[in-house]
């Protein structure tokens, strides 16, 4: 079981985040993904919580820390610090309740304007096991995420489908974009680049 | 019911049935001020071009005065407030009481009406399913519960909202009460958390102050020491920093094992309590209180002392960081380990 190890060895951490509206299960994927467990009726966050689980990804140890944030913070000043950080972000969205869909665009531009531009983004639809219920069909959630230029999974806490890999996906992405932005460093044919990082937002 | 027992009284009465108690600012609204839940959703007729029109004519009917005037605003209306009410009150799942429709109802109430005073935020419902629970031990068949809950909630509420509820105090209040605070008592574990592991404090504190400890100390342990505030009349808000420091130093060695930030906010957010005795219990707000009335000269001094009787066999006069701290503990570790494998 991968309940929250003090694994001393591991080879990098990554910081993620869950955001979206109040009620889509954000608290549910990460228990679902870190204790494996589920429960229909979460608390609600207040503020953020926070759990650790520690992941192998091509033979290295990555330990993962998601923040889960409280769905109704959106506008707050406070969440800029719970993006300060964050390598990779996880947009949540109940396909069950189309008013959370609507506001995944809101979520990305407050996302947009707190975290860092390398930040890797991934969208999901939560509760897909809720057939019955479903208001937002997958090619929807396709179709969005291609507009936003950020892959898409569909994923249910409740069944345990496709929990573990969103995050493991996440994280593969993440590891490649930092591969090739190594790969670009050393292919400098030996210029000096001063380990300067590329500024590549404005002022 | 005691809520009109003067705090004298409340002494007397310090026993194990601890209950929410005092409605010390006297908020005394009836029983028939309370406006009942909209059925529909909010109509908003063609002719209304500007719904906020409408949301006038609401306030003006239910509000007959406003004791908070926070002065901060909400987007949100009325409707999809009422919506995220619904949803925290489904997920009150501190008692099972709060499974029953008709209960599920009255808090629904008292914060729909509550929200006519002040925006609802995200852990009202819980404060507020607390005291009613409390209300409800004293008596399950009290016909006046929902209102008794609604006068002792917004009585409690005048302090704990402008302090933790509203954004920019609760992180002017992090930065220039707390953090200020534990630098004074404990000057080694302001570094660790602020400089070493750069862990800004209203992070992890919005949870511990905006749910009054509900979380982090569990149930029992929150209505102990929220009655002892109560009762004595104490000032919630301004004992709180000290309150969560002593606690802090209860997980002093702890802290100092953690090997990386990630783990200290863990730590941070899931407390390791344990049940509080009554006697637990007022040590910790006598502790507060002493450091509350001494000078800002002497709290170092107290730190001190503090960290000697909480974390004892520790030479606290000679560790004075955390890495030493962390040292020192790894050779006490060493040490057991040898002296077992001897025996």
Same mark, same amino acid.
């Given at each position: 079981?991968?309940?929250?190890?003090?694994?001393?060895?591991?080879?990098?951490?990554?910081?993620?985040?869950?955001?979206?509206?109040?009620?889509?299960?954000?608290?549910?994927?990460?228990?679902?993904?870190?204790?494996?467990?589920?429960?229909?009726?979460?608390?609600?966050?207040?503020?953020?919580?926070?759990?650790?689980?520690?992941?192998?990804?091509?033979?290295?140890?990555?330990?993962?820390?998601?923040?889960?944030?409280?769905?109704?913070?959106?506008?707050?000043?406070?969440?800029?610090?719970?993006?300060?950080?964050?390598?990779?972000?996880?947009?949540?969205?109940?396909?069950?309740?189309?008013?959370?869909?609507?506001?995944?665009?809101?979520?990305?531009?407050?996302?947009?304007?707190?975290?860092?531009?390398?930040?890797?983004?991934?969208?999901?639809?939560?509760?897909?096991?809720?057939?019955?219920?479903?208001?937002?069909?997958?090619?929807?959630?396709?179709?969005?995420?291609?507009?936003?230029?950020?892959?898409?999974?569909?994923?249910?806490?409740?069944?345990?489908?496709?929990?573990?890999?969103?995050?493991?996906?996440?994280?593969?992405?993440?590891?490649?974009?930092?591969?090739?932005?190594?790969?670009?460093?050393?292919?400098?044919?030996?210029?000096?680049?001063?380990?300067?990082?590329?500024?590549?937002?404005?002022? | 019911?005691?809520?009109?027992?003067?705090?004298?009284?409340?002494?007397?009465?310090?026993?194990?049935?601890?209950?929410?108690?005092?409605?010390?600012?006297?908020?005394?609204?009836?029983?028939?001020?309370?406006?009942?839940?909209?059925?529909?959703?909010?109509?908003?007729?063609?002719?209304?071009?500007?719904?906020?029109?409408?949301?006038?004519?609401? $306030?003006?009917?239910?509000?007959?005065?406003?004791? @908070?005037?926070?002065?901060?605003?909400?987007?949100?209306?009325?409707?999809?407030?009422?919506?995220?009410?619904?949803?925290?009150?489904?997920?009150?799942?501190?008692?099972?009481?709060?499974?029953?429709?008709?209960?599920?109802?009255?808090?629904?109430?008292?914060?729909?009406?509550?929200?006519?005073?002040?925006?609802?935020?995200?852990?009202?419902?819980?404060?507020?399913?607390?005291?009613?629970?409390?209300?409800?031990?004293?008596?399950?068949?009290?016909?006046?519960?929902?209102?008794?809950?609604?006068?002792?909630?917004?009585?409690?509420?005048?302090?704990?909202?402008?302090?933790?509820?509203?954004?920019?105090?609760?992180?002017?209040?992090?930065?220039?009460?707390?953090?200020?605070?534990?630098?004074?008592?404990?000057?080694?574990?302001?570094?660790?958390?602020?400089?070493?592991?750069?862990?800004?404090?209203?992070?992890?504190?919005?949870?511990?102050?905006?749910?009054?400890?509900?979380?982090?100390?569990?149930?029992?342990?929150?209505?102990?020491?929220?009655?002892?505030?109560?009762?004595?009349?104490?000032?919630?808000?301004?004992?709180?920093?000290?309150?969560?420091?002593?606690?802090?130093?209860?997980?002093? @060695?702890?802290?100092?094992?953690?090997?990386?930030?990630?783990?200290?906010?863990? $730590?941070? @957010?899931?407390?390791?309590?344990?049940?509080?005795?009554?006697?637990?219990?007022?040590?910790?707000?006598?502790?507060?209180?002493?450091?509350?009335?001494?000078?800002?000269?002497?709290?170092?001094?107290?730190?001190?002392?503090?960290?000697?009787?909480?974390?004892?066999?520790?030479?606290?006069?000679?560790?004075?960081?955390?890495?030493?701290?962390?040292?020192? @503990?790894?050779?006490?570790?060493?040490?057991?380990?040898?002296?077992?494998?001897?025996?």
């Amino acid at each position: 079981m991968a309940t929250r190890t003090p694994s001393r060895a591991y080879d990098s951490i990554l910081k993620l985040l869950l955001v979206g509206d109040s009620g889509v299960g954000k608290s549910c994927l990460l228990l679902r993904f870190v204790e494996d467990k589920f429960n229909p009726s979460f608390i609600t966050t207040i503020g953020i919580d926070f759990k650790i689980r520690t992941i192998e990804i091509d033979g290295k140890r990555i330990k993962l820390q998601v923040w889960d944030t409280a769905g109704q913070e959106r506008f707050r000043t406070i969440t800029t610090a719970y993006y300060r950080g964050a390598t990779g972000i996880i947009l949540v969205y109940d396909v069950t309740d189309e008013r959370t869909f609507e506001n995944v665009r809101n979520w990305f531009q407050t996302v947009h304007q707190h975290a860092n531009e390398d930040t890797q983004l991934i969208l999901v639809g939560n509760k897909n096991d809720e057939k019955d219920l479903r208001a937002v069909s997958s090619e929807r959630g396709e179709s969005l995420a291609q507009e936003l230029g950020i892959p898409f999974l569909e994923a249910s806490a409740k069944t345990n489908d496709n929990v573990d890999e969103l995050f493991f996906k996440l994280a593969k992405i993440i590891q490649e974009n930092n591969k090739s932005n190594e790969n670009l460093n050393s292919n400098n044919g030996g210029i000096n680049v001063n380990s300067r990082t590329e500024s590549k937002g404005c002022c | 019911m005691k809520h009109n027992l003067p705090p004298q009284s409340c002494d007397q009465d310090f026993r194990n049935d601890y209950t929410v108690c005092l409605n010390s600012y006297k908020v005394e609204f009836v029983e028939n001020e309370l406006q009942p839940i909209p059925t529909t959703p909010t109509p908003i007729k063609e002719e209304d071009e500007d719904p906020s029109h409408l949301k006038q004519d609401l $306030l003006k009917k239910s509000v007959t005065i406003d004791p @908070l005037s926070t002065g901060y605003n909400s987007s949100e209306d009325v409707d999809s407030i009422l919506d995220v009410i619904k949803m925290d009150v489904d997920r009150l799942i501190i008692d099972s009481i709060f499974q029953n429709e008709d209960i599920k109802q009255d808090i629904l109430t008292i914060l729909y009406n509550y929200n006519n005073f002040t925006p609802y935020k995200q852990g009202f419902h819980e404060i507020c399913g607390l005291i009613y629970l409390e209300l409800y031990k004293d008596d399950p068949q009290n016909p006046q519960i929902k209102i008794e809950t609604f006068n002792i909630f917004t009585s409690l509420m005048l302090s704990v909202v402008p302090n933790f509820y509203i954004e920019d105090n609760l992180i002017g209040w992090c930065i220039s009460i707390f953090n200020k605070y534990l630098k004074l008592i404990d000057d080694s574990l302001y570094d660790f958390l602020i400089k070493t592991h750069k862990i800004e404090s209203q992070i992890w504190l919005i949870r511990w102050v905006r749910l009054l400890f509900l979380r982090e100390l569990g149930m029992q342990n929150t209505i102990k020491i929220l009655d002892k505030f109560i009762c004595f009349d104490y000032d919630l808000c301004k004992l709180i920093p000290f309150v969560i420091i002593i606690q802090l130093l209860k997980i002093k @060695l702890n802290l100092a094992e953690c090997e990386d930030n990630g783990e200290v906010l863990s $730590l941070l @957010l899931h407390y390791p309590h344990t049940q509080m005795t009554n006697e637990d219990v007022k040590n910790l707000i006598d502790q507060s209180i002493k450091l509350f009335k001494s000078p800002e000269s002497e709290l170092s001094k107290l730190g001190v002392q503090l960290n000697k009787d909480i974390n004892k066999g520790i030479n606290w006069d000679k560790v004075k960081d955390m890495d030493r701290l962390k040292m020192e @503990l790894r050779l006490q570790k060493k040490v057991r380990g040898l002296l077992g494998r001897k025996k």
